[in-house]
């Protein structure tokens, strides 16, 4: 059994291997060229891209050096049988991280629970909102984001290797 390093399928036959990569499909294989590039650049190049970012201005407040990361939150709202999920992703600050981590935490506290699952689900949410925020509080780049980038550099590596491939 193995895991789709471009989709994230599992697979149990087949695919393919291209280095410590491995591929479901031939599609993924082709869109996963560029996990291959960053498997190849330097660890401390990626680490030095994540921290430029994470020190860049905040796209929300606009603040400089307040620790720009990807930031999820999670809402639970429910309504005797209906209940509303959801989950948002998100890149800012530490401060407008946490802020509305505090606002989706606090809605889901007071709006949760009024349904029969919600009894059950709302502490799992305000949990996975806890957990969210005790990672906005850190205090470096998170490794999620850090592939990010490395994947987009990776990808424009390619796109340029491409364009002068064509002329
Ligand atoms: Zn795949
Ligand atoms: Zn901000």
């Not at 989706?104 to 806890?130: C, D, E, Q």
Request: hydrophobic share 40%.
């Amino acid at each position: 059994m193995a895991v789709c390093s471009e989709c994230g399928a599992l697979f149990f036959v087949g695919g393919q291997k291209h280095g410590a990569r491995k591929f479901c499909s031939e599609r993924c294989a082709e869109k996963g060229v560029a996990l291959l590039v960053v498997d190849q650049m330097p660890k401390p190049a990626i680490n030095n891209l994540a921290r430029q970012f994470f020190d860049a201005e905040c796209p929300v407040c606009h603040r400089t050096n307040r620790g720009v990361d990807l930031r999820r939150d999670h809402r639970l709202i429910s309504a005797i049988v209906v209940q509303h999920f959801s989950d948002r992703q998100y890149v800012c600050c530490r401060s407008c991280g946490a802020r509305r981590q505090l606002g989706m935490l606090g809605a889901t506290l007071a709006l949760g629970w009024w349904s029969p699952r919600g009894i059950f689900m709302t502490p799992v949410w305000v949990g996975k909102n806890a957990f969210e925020l005790i990672k906005t509080a850190r205090n470096r780049p998170s490794a999620e984001i850090s592939d990010l980038l490395a994947r987009e550099a990776a990808e424009d590596i390619l796109a340029r290797v491409q364009t002068s491939a064509n002329c």
